[in-house]
């Protein structure tokens, strides 16, 4: 199975910042890459896809990078409503499988 | 819009089965794969396996295989996941989530349910 690794596993940030998180996969996964935001008592929103496709209503402040093992979702100009648990997910092969969950608190 | 509306929260018993239901709208229910994952609480989200509403096909996580079970009815579209021989361990919220493309298997998951709490204790 891929084992998919995310850091931090939370991260404390005023409005307006930039946050970064990672997820390193533990085998080429290519561009088979995609994030999801969760809120609490919420089911996971699909965010980005194929790396850097941002979902359609997804805001312009989410952004993704990577290639390979090695993938960013950079989060610009933090907003309130940011405040969420997001994670990775590999899709090159089965299992399908998630990182552990990045915890983004608003200072 | 697409809509995934599942069934209600559930107790059971270790040993005892249970089967979730995902009620589709707004799209062509079998168009669509749709694949279960399950969050146990205050943990991170495992993916349990698909099924082509259209033929009936389905693929499952090695580690479900010999436990779960999934199926569809076309006439009223909806999906259905059992697993059966429940431990305290399988107590966990179970989503059922659309791949988002036509007839295609991206795995990717959107929209999703709004989850169903199975709750496993003696």
């Known amino acids: 199975d891929i084992q998919m690794i995310q850091s931090p596993s939370s991260v404390s940030a005023s409005v307006g910042d930039r946050v970064t998180i990672t997820c390193r996969a533990s085998?080429?996964?290519?561009?088979?890459l995609a994030w999801y935001q969760q809120k609490p008592g919420k089911a996971p929103k699909l965010l980005i896809y194929?790396?850097?496709n941002l979902r359609s209503g997804v805001p312009s402040r989410f952004s993704g990078s990577g290639f390979g093992t090695d993938f960013t979702l950079t989060i610009s100009n933090l907003q309130p409503e940011d405040s969420a648990t997001y994670y990775c997910?590999?899709?090159?092969?089965?299992?399908?499988?998630f990182g552990g969950g990045t915890k983004v608190e608003i200072k | 819009q697409v809509q995934l509306v599942q069934s209600g929260a559930e107790v059971k018993k270790p040993g005892a089965s249970v089967k979730v239901s995902c009620k589709a709208s707004?799209?062509?229910?079998?168009?669509?794969?749709l694949h279960w994952v399950r969050q146990a609480p205050g943990q991170g989200l495992e993916w349990m396996g698909w099924?082509?509403?259209?033929?009936?096909?389905?693929q499952f996580a090695q580690r479900f295989q010999d436990r779960v079970a999934m199926t569809s009815d076309t006439s009223i579209n909806t999906a259905y996941m059992e697993l059966s021989r429940l431990r305290s361990d399988d107590t966990a919220v179970y989503y059922c989530?659309?791949?988002?493309?036509?007839?295609?298997?991206?795995?990717?998951?959107?929209?999703w349910g709004q989850g169903t709490l199975v709750t496993v204790s003696s």
């Open positions: 989530a659309r791949d988002p493309e036509y007839q295609i298997l991206y795995k990717w998951f959107d929209p």
């Open positions: 707004g799209y062509i229910f079998t168009g669509y794969y």
């Open positions: 099924i082509n509403p259209k033929s009936g096909g389905t």
């Open positions: 085998q080429d996964i290519t561009t088979w």
């Open positions: 194929t790396v850097s």
């Open positions: 997910q590999q899709a090159n092969s089965f299992p399908l499988t």
